[in-house]
């Protein structure tokens, strides 16, 4: 008897942990979560080792809220905002952005951890700067350069509001020296020094890549490329891979139920379908369902009875 008793005290809990686990296991997978609105985009990328949250970095990716964006050797990212405003990543940078409104005024913080960055904002979202050892408001051209004892603030142009570790004000030509806890040293620097500040940015300025339009790849600069609408990269192995020639680009659109052949950005409404493969096109198609249109019923005492 007390041997049975052991047992089903065994059982009994044994039990309720194998019936949670089938009801853990039944349980609906949590859905992604939905990332919002784009709070910008990466507008250039030189070089090959950039990445945002471990994925490769391209020109024209969208950067949201959250993103952490990663530079490695001799890589340099630009990333624009919709107000025109950009920030310049230097090598070996990891900066994270992240967005929020209060009294209907758009936030957007720039956590650095190391590295280095040149910003110009402009009147759209109030930027957060934040390295750990200081946070302040830019409303300015500015560089900052972060190591893990102190952070270098230089302002370019405009002025540099901080809130820590100390409420002051940066004006234009001065730099601010800040370690942990402290303001280490203030002074203004001359026009030798500040573009000494910059000069890292040097070169990537008017630097040529590679640009695919019309199924070729040459060298090209940005703006060339754009004009052309091609794909421009710092990576010619990556605009050789993606360049296809627009003959060769050419497969099937599903379009109200219809299938036809198109070009991939030719089939581009929000309802329709492409795919290189006209089998999966036809599989997949169909005609858009008709709205149904409710009958009209008569109210009583109205019509032939």
Not at 68 to 81: A, E, H, I, L, P
Not at 175 to 201: A, F, Y
Not at 231 to 243: A, H, I, L, Q
Request: with cysteine.
């Amino acid at each position: 008897m007390i041997f049975l008793k052991g047992i089903l005290a065994y059982v009994k809990p044994l039990s309720l942990f194998v019936f949670t686990l089938f009801l853990w296991g039944c349980a609906p997978l949590s859905p992604a979560p939905d990332k919002g609105v784009s709070i910008g985009n990466i507008r250039v990328v030189y070089g090959v080792n950039a990445f945002v949250n471990q994925s490769k970095a391209y020109s024209g990716m969208k950067i949201y809220s959250g993103d952490k964006v990663t530079t490695g050797r001799d890589t340099m990212v630009y990333v624009q905002f919709p107000d025109g405003g950009v920030i310049q990543i230097d090598q070996n940078t990891d900066p994270e952005f992240y967005q929020w409104f209060e009294r209907g005024k758009c936030i957007i913080r720039i956590f650095f951890k190391f590295g280095q960055a040149y910003g110009e904002t402009k009147i759209g979202c109030d930027w957060l700067l934040d390295t750990g050892h200081l946070e302040g408001v830019p409303k300015t051209k500015f560089n900052i350069e972060i190591t893990p004892e102190r952070s270098i603030l230089t302002v370019i142009q405009g002025r540099m509001e901080l809130t820590q570790p100390e409420r002051m004000s940066v004006e234009q030509s001065y730099q601010v020296v800040v370690s942990k806890n402290k303001v280490e040293g203030v002074r203004e620097l001359s026009p030798q020094e500040l573009r000494s500040v910059t000069r890292w940015r040097e070169p990537y300025i008017d630097r040529p890549g590679w640009c695919c339009s019309g199924g070729k790849v040459f060298e090209s600069y940005p703006e060339d490329c754009k004009g052309r609408k091609g794909f421009f990269s710092y990576d010619e192995e990556e605009v050789r891979e993606g360049c296809i020639p627009r003959e060769e680009r050419m497969g099937w659109c599903c379009s109200g139920g219809k299938v036809f052949e198109s070009y991939p950005e030719d089939c581009t409404r929000r309802t329709d379908f492409f795919s290189y493969d006209e089998k999966e096109v036809r599989e997949r198609c169909r005609p858009p369902i008709p709205k149904r249109i409710p009958k009209r019923i008569p109210k009583r005492g109205v019509g032939p009875f």
